[in-house]
């Protein structure tokens, strides 16, 4: 088996990075994480991610063929679906968040929800303290890294893949509200118009945000479209 170290300002950078050079997905390597990097939870500079993606030997190239080039358009495999929050997944998750927390040395006391209030496929964190600050980092760079290093470990550990949501002094809740009224008013824009309207680019978490403020909405309908981070939301009439 071949294998390879990358880096990356995040695990999810150096991932990313990663998969893209050696052309593959996730099913098809075995990722360790050396180290998460401080720039990656606390962005505050220092030492970048480093993991070590190992090629399975049943993986299958994703590199095209050099004698033999198809026309055919490339069909997306199909997302694997959230799976259910079980209580070894819970502990887990409480587990590692404490032990990222305590390692950071910051002053910080963190609440965990049994579920969250959208699904039961989520993790929810609340978070607080003087230095809740530091957890959230520039435009919450920090807190998607250490929600995403979070999901990343329990998904190789336990093969459950699920939401961990860390609400910091509101700010994740707050972020939602802001979400739910853009989609609000841009709901209201479409029934004055009659044309459709095209949110930014979102998040899967934030598209949920999108589709379940409006499901109740009798005249309008929402489906996502495009790939990758250009991904969005369009709002439309019935």
């Known amino acids: 088996m071949s294998t390879q170290q990358f880096q990356g300002k995040t695990v999810e950078e150096a991932t990313k990075l990663a998969l893209e050079e050696l052309k593959a997905n996730l099913e098809e390597v075995n990722i360790e994480i050396i180290s998460p990097g401080k720039s990656g939870i606390l962005g505050l500079g220092g030492e970048p991610a480093l993991i070590e993606v190992t090629i399975r030997d049943d993986g299958k190239s994703t590199k095209p063929s050099k004698a033999k080039k198809s026309n ?11 799976d259910i ?23 910080v006391k963190t609440f965990f929800r049994d579920q969250d209030d959208f699904d039961n496929k989520s993790v929810y964190f609340e978070i ?45 809740e707050r972020r939602r509200q802001n979400i739910a009224s853009l989609a609000e008013s841009a709901a209201e824009k479409v029934i004055k118009s009659g044309k459709p309207v095209k949110m930014d680019p979102m998040s899967p978490f934030d598209r949920r945000i999108v589709h379940l403020s409006l499901e109740n909405q009798s005249k309008i309908t929402t489906e996502s479209e495009g790939s990758g981070s250009r991904r969005q939301v369009v709002i439309k009439l019935k």
């Open 85 to 107: 929050v079980d209580e070894d997944t819970a502990k887990l998750a409480v587990d590692l968040v404490n032990y990222i927390l305590s390692s950071l040395e910051v002053d």
């Open 128 to 172: 607080e303290g003087d230095d809740s600050g530091l957890i959230i980092g520039r435009k919450g760079e920090t807190l998607r890294s250490l929600e995403f290093l979070i999901s990343f470990i329990i998904k190789r550990q336990l093969d459950k893949k699920v939401r961990v949501i860390l609400d910091v002094e509101g700010y994740q």
């Open 72 to 82: 055919k358009k490339k069909t997306d495999l199909p997302r694997r679906e959230m």
